[in-house]
């Protein structure tokens, strides 16, 4: 499941089939062109692969091709006829609002899209609404804001995203998740009521991956000759809660706009994903097209920039990855030495939190930053993650709200 409500992708229901990152690591962009329709490759990266290897080769576990019967376009959007959902040959898909299934869908699929399209607020309130247990409590994290200003302070480093991590006792483990259909719709109506563009749903080898998440990590785009390729980022920072109403949503907007503070830190982040997208283009070409705009999400409202340019010609699946991984604007600035921060503040790795999703075809490269994920192992119960940039004015009760507004829909 890829896209949601807000999205410009269809929805995409596919089995999957593992491949060797190997297979892939040496794409070259500009002969990616000349590749079969179906020579699609989904990538789930792990915040950990690059934060232990930074600027090194790595072995990427998590590569997968979509496995499809044919694919159909519709104007430029595309979607894909997969081999079952449910144990039916259809796919679901979202299209001039509404759910639509290609194929020869069941009885059973039928009732799901039904159960999950006509009644999706029946599900937000009903027995098996998930709730957030705090795995930090709000003092521990409160201190440990108290010792991140410290470190800034002191010169250590200017900007350190750090998390909160939960856990949803509901949800013990992927199995029961899987014969438990009640469960499963009341998931299934979370995420389409609060899924924006990049939103995501995996599942693989007995894991499930679930982000909500906004942020695009970064894009390729040709020009219409297919002369030059580009590369986008769009960092994220920067937030306020939506409000009860019109006027309040008016207001937080306005303040958020407003900030000074919300500004300078997508500034640092800015120039962190200017030096390492530096690192793969053509010298002197990369521009920030938006210096940070509010934008107006499910649940919250953010900042957000845009940064643009020429990549190289040959640039290769592996050093694009390489250079700018991890995301700058889920670890802070300067990079190497966050990462070292972020692991001594949260002693644990962070696994899938904070890390990408790929595609990758003859058109291009997509990715998304993996924020607002629940993930769920065999052993539960699942765990979610939410985090925020601390620079040298944060004040530790606004970011502990901060927080709070980013786990709105489970409250």
Excluded at 387 to 403: F, R, V
Aim: positive net charge; charged residues 20%.
């Amino acid at each position: 499941y890829l896209g949601g409500s807000k999205s410009q992708v269809y929805q995409l229901f596919c089995d999957l089939k593992e491949v060797s990152w190997d297979q892939i690591r040496g794409k070259n962009w500009h002969k990616l062109q000349q590749e079969s329709a179906t020579n699609t490759y989904l990538g789930l990266l792990s915040y950990d692969d690059f934060a232990n290897h930074l600027k090194s080769t790595v072995g990427i576990r998590g590569v997968f091709h979509p496995d499809w019967q044919k694919s159909l376009q519709k104007s430029d959007k595309s979607v894909f006829k997969t081999s079952k959902l449910y144990q039916s040959a259809s796919s679901l898909i979202w299209s001039q609002g509404q759910f639509k299934l290609i194929g020869n869908p069941s009885q059973q699929t039928k009732q799901l899209v039904r159960q999950i399209d006509q009644k999706p607020t029946n599900h937000l309130t009903n027995q098996t609404k998930f709730q957030l247990v705090e795995v930090t409590s709000k003092a521990d994290y409160l201190r440990q804001i108290k010792s991140v200003l410290s470190d800034i302070k002191n010169g250590r480093y200017y900007q350190l995203n750090l998390l909160r991590r939960f856990v949803l006792p509901q949800l013990s483990s992927y199995q029961e998740l899987r014969s438990n259909k009640e469960l499963w719709l009341s998931l299934m109506a979370y995420l389409w009521h609060y899924s924006e563009n990049m939103s995501v749903l995996l599942c693989v080898k007995g894991q499930m991956v679930v982000s909500f998440s906004p942020e695009r990590f970064v894009r390729t785009t040709y020009q219409q000759d297919g002369a030059k390729l580009f590369l986008e980022s769009f960092p994220i920072k920067g937030t306020a809660p939506r409000g009860h109403n019109t006027q309040e949503d008016q207001r937080l907007k306005r303040e958020l706009n407003q900030s000074f503070k919300d500004q300078r830190e997508l500034n640092m982040i800015i120039d962190l994903m200017r030096n390492d997208m530096a690192s793969v283009s053509w010298p002197g070409s990369v521009k920030v097209q938006d210096p940070g705009s509010v934008h107006s999400f499910a649940s919250v409202f953010h900042r957000q920039g845009h940064i643009i340019s020429q990549l190289c010609q040959n640039v290769t699946l592996e050093s694009l990855l390489c250079n700018l991984l991890p995301i700058g604007s889920i670890t802070g600035t300067p990079k190497k030495e966050v990462v070292t921060a972020i692991s001594e503040y949260e002693q644990c790795s962070r696994g899938y939190f904070m890390g990408s999703v790929f595609l990758l075809d003859r058109r291009g490269f997509d990715s998304s930053v993996l924020i607002r994920t629940l993930v769920l192992n065999e052993d539960g119960p699942a765990e979610y993650a939410a985090g925020s940039g601390l620079i040298c004015d944060s004040d530790a009760l606004k970011e502990y709200a901060e927080i709070k507004a980013k786990c709105a829909m489970w409250y």
